[in-house]
């Protein structure tokens, strides 16, 4: 029989969630990239494709990770690169302060919300 699993914590629990379903609107956004034709001239469009699949991938490793400091500091980068991605297409703007703003209310909020539940907590609980 196997162990039984740890509860991972509020914070983890929010964290992968947005990193869940930004991964595939990042996804779509390569898509975007690529029938738009906004790349550069030197790179070939279908770049689009596999970047915003990589990015996709790497936010749902990410998710699974989440439960640790480093975790949240690749999010964090990840979330600046979805940013910088408005700069190909200016709609993944939105998807930036969308999910950037889910991202960091999960990774903010989230702690305190577990302090004042654990504080509120009846003891032996």
């Given at each position: 029989m196997s162990a039984p699993r740890t509860r991972r914590s509020l914070t983890a629990q929010l964290a992968a969630i947005v990193l869940v379903f930004e991964s595939v609107v990042v996804f779509l956004g390569?898509?975007?990239a690529y029938g738009l034709r906004v790349l550069p001239e030197s790179v070939a469009p279908w770049w689009g494709i596999v970047g915003?699949?990589?990015l996709g991938v790497v936010m749902i490793a990410t998710g699974g990770v989440a439960h640790t400091?480093?975790?949240i500091v690749i999010g964090w980068a990840l979330?600046?690169?979805v940013a910088l991605s408005a700069f190909l297409v200016p709609g993944m703007l939105l998807v930036a302060l969308?999910?950037?703003g889910?991202?960091?209310y999960a990774?903010?909020?989230g702690p305190r919300i577990e302090r004042r539940a654990r504080d509120a907590?009846?003891?032996g609980e």
């Amino acid at each position: 029989m196997s162990a039984p699993r740890t509860r991972r914590s509020l914070t983890a629990q929010l964290a992968a969630i947005v990193l869940v379903f930004e991964s595939v609107v990042v996804f779509l956004g390569g898509l975007v990239a690529y029938g738009l034709r906004v790349l550069p001239e030197s790179v070939a469009p279908w770049w689009g494709i596999v970047g915003g699949a990589v990015l996709g991938v790497v936010m749902i490793a990410t998710g699974g990770v989440a439960h640790t400091r480093a975790g949240i500091v690749i999010g964090w980068a990840l979330q600046g690169l979805v940013a910088l991605s408005a700069f190909l297409v200016p709609g993944m703007l939105l998807v930036a302060l969308v999910f950037g703003g889910m991202w960091a209310y999960a990774t903010i909020q989230g702690p305190r919300i577990e302090r004042r539940a654990r504080d509120a907590a009846p003891e032996g609980e």
